[in-house]
């Protein structure tokens, strides 16, 4: 497919490829395409950017710079105080001030045991790169030097260092080690080093170290064919780059659901949202602001979330099937588990069985008439008035005629009191899936109307409870529910800290400046984890 054919713009012969995308071949196609290609850009759209930076990787990485030439920040005691002059010079927002302090300095501690192995190093090249103005291979990171010949190039992750590398890790270690080993300059290096810091504990692994034949030969051999074959415009499958591509609003991959947020006009910045997204930000909108950030969070799920995690699991494992569940599907824990040991053990089959067993009755797939569309697969949604991309993961789609049945499964301990009332009060998923499906969702798959069900699942019993979207007065509460629910997220440009019980439980409390304004304990136990038992859909 052609940039014409896309009413894209721009020269497409010209090529910037980072070691990032090498190691990002198996996202989007079209999204990479169009990345690698500077020059190119749509006619139809342009992704606005708010006004603070957020990218708090690029703070960090630019502070570390900064330090190199500053003789303050090389005194371990003076290290803090530079770094909270910088942030408060650079004005960076507070709530990523914190981590920003921890990161540096990790950074830096790293830095400078890495001196005490290999000797003093010099800041070479920021983000070198390689080839002809047409043809550029790149990384981002720095590049440094020492005296007697070694080149050591870095790559900060946010949490902890790889010391397993993935195979997506080593097709970014190959191209870097070969970006480090061509940088032109007058001196000739005689080895290559390829160095992960981790920004929040200093945590460091040794990817590569050899010299600039071996960097060359391993790209060669391994990365070099898949930087050749980045990209086709003609395929798109949309994923969690559509929130940071520069086609993302003339994608014709994106549903069009206009109308769907029920914001007049474009707010704070281009984005993508889901449901959980705004559940969290209703509760706090720091909160909101460092998970987007993508710091470092709290991995440990409550009871509930293992439990919706290993339920969601095996149920997608089951549904992939395109065919309904049976009682035989589920054995009794304590001997052959069947169908789940491809995706669980033993112990975690005996904590999902008794919910699952209840699922039997109630899975749609066994009904005749019933066709499978998908499960546990993400919708997106593109809203042009807002210009936001609405995400959300349903746990199962079919179709029952010309109706688009989206389902959600959730665990608890015993059914809603107030019914379907209290199921739709409690989940924001319900009105947002509901709102996705009739502003063009259930149109897209051939579908004149749609149904939202949640199925609540104890280990007692079941129940599936459903809206229509021909119900009357629905789709008017829906609307003017998902527009509150939006409202202060899309145009907020400060996202205040909002203290309160949930901060015992915040998963990105260790980065909130406001972290000791809430510390009774008494009180914090009163107050729950929230009830959705599954992460968010990215």
């Not at 497919?1 to 989007?28: E, N, Q, R």
Request: charged share 25%; aromatic share 6%.
């Amino acid at each position: 497919m052609t940039i014409d054919a896309l009413d894209l713009f721009g020269d497409p012969s010209i090529l910037k490829v980072s070691a990032t995308d090498i190691a990002s071949a198996d996202s989007c196609p079209r999204h990479l395409a169009v990345k690698i290609r500077p020059d190119v850009k749509s006619r139809r759209w342009r992704r606005s950017f708010g006004s603070e930076k957020t990218f708090v990787l690029g703070i960090v990485t630019d502070l570390v710079r900064a330090s190199h030439s500053s003789e303050w920040a090389h005194d371990p005691q003076h290290l803090a105080g530079w770094i909270a002059q910088e942030l408060e010079r650079r004005r960076v927002h507070r709530l990523l001030r914190p981590y920003a302090t921890a990161a540096v300095t990790n950074i830096l501690e790293a830095h400078w045991d890495i001196e005490d192995e290999i000797g003093p190093l010099q800041l070479f090249q920021t983000d070198p790169t390689i080839g002809t103005v047409e043809r550029t291979l790149t990384v981002w990171g720095p590049l440094y030097r020492t005296e007697d010949g070694v080149r050591e190039v870095r790559r900060y992750r946010l949490g902890t260092a790889h010391v397993e590398p993935t195979h997506d890790d080593l097709l970014w270690t190959h191209t870097a080690a070969q970006v480090a080993a061509g940088y032109p300059s007058r001196d000739i290096p005689v080895r290559i080093r390829v160095v992960e810091i981790g920004a929040a504990d200093g945590s460091i692994a040794v990817l590569f170290d050899g010299t600039p034949a071996d960097a060359g030969a391993e790209f060669s051999a391994e990365a070099k064919h898949v930087a050749g074959s980045l990209g086709d415009l003609g395929t798109a499958v949309p994923g969690s780059e559509c929130a940071s591509c520069k086609v993302a609003g003339a994608c014709d991959a994106l549903i069009p659901v206009p109308e769907m947020l029920g914001q007049p006009s474009k707010g704070y910045a281009s984005r993508s949202v889901s449901p959980s997204d705004l559940d969290r930000y209703q509760r706090c909108p720091a909160q909101w602001f460092l998970a987007d950030a993508r710091v470092p969070r709290d991995a440990e799920y409550s009871g509930a979330q293992t439990r919706g995690l290993l339920v969601h699991t095996w149920l997608e494992t089951a549904h992939a099937r395109g065919t309904g569940c049976s009682i035989d599907d589920l054995p009794e824990p304590g001997g052959d588990i069947g169908l789940a040991a491809t995706v669980m053990d033993a112990d975690d089959y005996a904590i999902a069985h008794p919910y699952l067993r209840h699922h039997v009755p109630s899975c749609p797939l066994a009904t005749d008439g019933v066709a499978y569309v998908a499960s546990e697969t993400a919708l997106h949604g593109f809203d042009h008035d807002a210009e936001v991309i609405a995400v959300t993961k349903p746990d199962l789609v079919f179709r029952v005629g010309d109706r688009l049945v989206a389902r959600e499964v959730k665990t608890t301990s015993s059914l809603p009191a107030g019914g379907a009332e209290d199921v739709y009060a409690d989940n924001l998923q319900v009105p947002f899936l509901l709102a996705m499906l009739g502003a063009g969702v259930a149109e897209a798959h051939g579908c004149t109307t749609a149904t939202v069900e949640v199925e609540m699942l104890t280990p007692e019993t079941s129940e599936v409870y459903a809206w229509d979207l021909e119900e009357p007065e629905l789709a008017e509460a829906v609307r003017a529910d998902v527009a509150a629910a939006a409202r202060d997220w899309h145009v907020d440009a400060e996202w205040h800290t909002r203290p309160g019980p949930h901060c015992a439980w915040c998963p990105v409390r260790q980065w909130c400046p406001d972290r000791q304004v809430h510390e009774n304990q008494d009180l914090a136990a009163a107050q729950s984890p929230p009830v959705d038992d599954e992460p968010a859909p990215f």
